[in-house]
């Protein structure tokens, strides 16, 4: 092979010319691809002694200390080698290298950005770039490894990388698992490749792809903690909490100071209802990794009852001393979606009673909703800005700015639905003696859990309880679905509500609404409208820990799910709540 030739020659011509600085420096690259890190310093080393000021010894040791871990001495070295040769661009790109892993990030961006323009072919400078700008500017990093794969087609890494940025940033998910089972097949066996897969196929949901790679990463690598990360977060996925639990114990076993380990079980633990343990975790992590555990924690203490500004600022990530005045005209939004925006909402006329004009960014279907409402001065279209300047706000943000505590410091019911609509519906809905009774079984979004949310055929026995007169207002029922509720004789009304506004009359006209925790329900609340709401093992911050009741909407009554699957539990104690209404 090539390198023992070239090893055999430079050890022929040392032993007539031991110093000879080009045999030692080649000597010593011939070592550090080896991984003879200690050997290669030496031989370099030699070389540098003889020849101090040459470019090609100085560029080697550069790359000697590189890999030793000596960052420092490896960017003196590289400068050094630039004063001489300044147009060397795989040298602007290997100073880059070092200059991130002293954290100078800008300096190491800007090397890059020098060393593609000096050389737009060179492969390394193009794919060093995207994975320096990956998290700043992810759409330049696309088009980066773009031009990596165009000038190396055969490379594994560019891929792996290229796919991960489609697929968790862009969700373009049928060419990112092209491109990654690409590199699989470049680099069969490659641990990454697997750890990258399962990373892509956790984001899309698909638990049960996701664990079978990652546990070929863990076989891999059976002392690294990521495989097992990503292993129990597909598990935990597929529901199987236990094992999850017990796949994040044994990452920790091999990486105590892995933050994301420790988050990973934290969530596991939360999921189970374990919230105190759970709060152990998330303080770990956050300890290890300064805001990474932050709006885990934050929710927990919050479902605590905890109400505390260090709770608020966790919540939106604010890590400053002080947060900014409000003042002026202030953009709201609802960054968490519709079911936290409608929770927080009954903070704005706070903020509107300290002289603070609100505008809000709003969709079209909770537009005619919030014009009645009168809480805030402009709704715009989303995405479109206030004519005037104003500072955005998240409206989880308002607590810690207006400096309130828990929902004793805001009114509990500040939406109202139009009585006109309330009248035809009822109207409509006829009195047949028996309760009219709102159902939904799902909501908006989703986040891992598979038991989040209710199947439908688990509430039949509920709704082939007799006495109740039965009203679907689940948005995006499957035809299954629809073919179920019509074999119960449940009534559809899904299709006839044209915005939020009009959910609300429908709910305000019937005797009562039994959903999960999603959107409506918070509607319910924050109307004072009857609602029964079934809450998981760890629920939403609002509802608190216990009880059937929570104060930051009176009009609900809780059911708790006891332990974490199916929802049997819940359903029976609804079912025999019900009982006792009709």
């Known amino acids: ?38 050997e290669a310093l030496e031989l ?12 090609e010894i100085l560029a080697a040791l550069g790359l000697v200390y590189t890999r030793s871990g000596q960052p420092a001495r490896a960017e003196t070295c590289f400068r050094r080698v630039l004063v001489k040769v300044p147009e060397r661009a ?13 954290g100078k990030l800008p300096e190491a961006e800007a090397a890059l950005r020098r060393a593609v323009e000096m050389e737009p ?16 500017q992810p759409a330049e990093a696309v088009a980066c490894f773009r031009r990596a794969q165009a000038l190396s087609p055969d490379d594994w890494e560019i891929k792996s990388n290229l796919a991960l940025l489609l697929g968790l940033l862009f969700g373009q998910h049928e060419e990112a698992e092209q491109l990654m089972e690409r590199a699989s097949l470049l680099d069969p066996g490659n641990p990454s ?19 079978e790679v990652a546990a070929e990463a863990a076989a891999l690598l059976p002392r690294q903690p990521q495989p097992l990360i990503n292993l129990g977060l597909a598990r935990l996925g597929l529901g199987r909490h236990a094992e999850a639990v017990l796949t994040f114990v044994e990452a920790i076993s091999l990486a105590p100071d892995d933050a994301q380990a420790h988050l990973s079980l934290g969530r596991a633990l939360f999921l189970e209802g374990k919230v105190n343990e759970a709060v152990q975790r998330y303080t770990r992590a956050e300890q290890l990794d300064p805001g990474a555990g932050a709006l885990a924690l934050a929710q927990a203490r ?48 706070a903020l509107r009673q300290r002289g603070v004009q609100a505008a809000l960014q709003c969709p079209p279907p909770v537009r005619r909703l919030l014009q009645a409402s009168g809480l805030v001065d402009q709704l715009l279209e989303p995405g479109a800005l206030p004519a005037q300047e104003a500072a955005e706000v998240d409206l989880a943000a308002l607590p810690l700015l207006l400096d309130v505590g828990g929902p004793e410091d805001a009114a509990p019911t500040y939406l109202t639905p139009d009585l006109d609509e309330v ?15 709102g159902l939904l079984w799902t909501g908006e979004d989703h986040d891992g859990d598979p038991h989040q949310w209710i199947p439908l055929s688990a509430m039949r026995p509920l709704l082939e309880q007799g006495g109740v007169e039965w009203f679907s207002l689940q948005y ?33 006209a019937l005797d009562l609404v039994i959903t999960p925790d999603n959107a409506m329900a918070h509607l319910a609340g924050a109307a004072a409208v009857p609602a029964w709401i079934l809450l998981r093992t760890a629920p939403n911050w609002c509802w608190g820990l216990q009880g059937d009741s929570t104060p930051w909407y009176p009009s609900l009554r809780l059911f708790r799910r006891q332990t974490y699957g199916p929802w049997d539990d819940v359903l029976d104690e609804v079912g025999q709540a019900l009982k006792s209404v009709t």
């Open 90 to 102: 795989e040298i602007l790109a290997d100073l880059a290298t070092v200059l991130q892993e002293q």
């Open 302 to 349: 919050l479902l605590q009852g905890q109400y505390d500004r260090e709770a608020w600022a966790g919540l939106i990530g604010f890590a400053g001393d002080e947060p900014p005045p409000l003042k002026g005209l202030v953009l709201l939004r609802g960054d968490a979606g519709l079911a936290q925006a409608l929770l927080l909402l009954r903070f704005v006329p």
């Open 121 to 136: 072919d060179l492969v390394q400078g193009w794919f060093n770039l995207g994975v320096q700008i990956s998290s700043s």
């Open 423 to 437: 009248a035809a519906w009822r109207t409509r809905l006829g009195g047949g003696g028996r309760p009219r009774v």
């Open 1 to 38: 092979d090539r390198l023992a030739q070239a090893e055999r020659l430079c050890v022929q011509v040392l032993r007539e010319r031991p110093q000879d600085p080009d045999a030692l420096r080649i000597m010593g690259l011939i070592a550090l691809k080896q991984d003879r890190q200690a």
């Open 193 to 211: 490749v697997c750890i990258n897969l399962s990373a892509l196929r956790l984001n899309r949901g698909d638990f049960a792809g996701a664990e």
């Open 476 to 508: 995006g029922a499957s035809e299954q679905e629809l073919q179920l509720l019509a074999a119960l004789g449940v009534t559809d009304l899904a299709d006839d509500l044209q915005d939020v506004a009009e959910g609300l009359a429908v709910m305000a």
């Open 44 to 55: 370099v080393g030699q070389a540098s002694s003889v020849r101090p000021d040459d470019p």
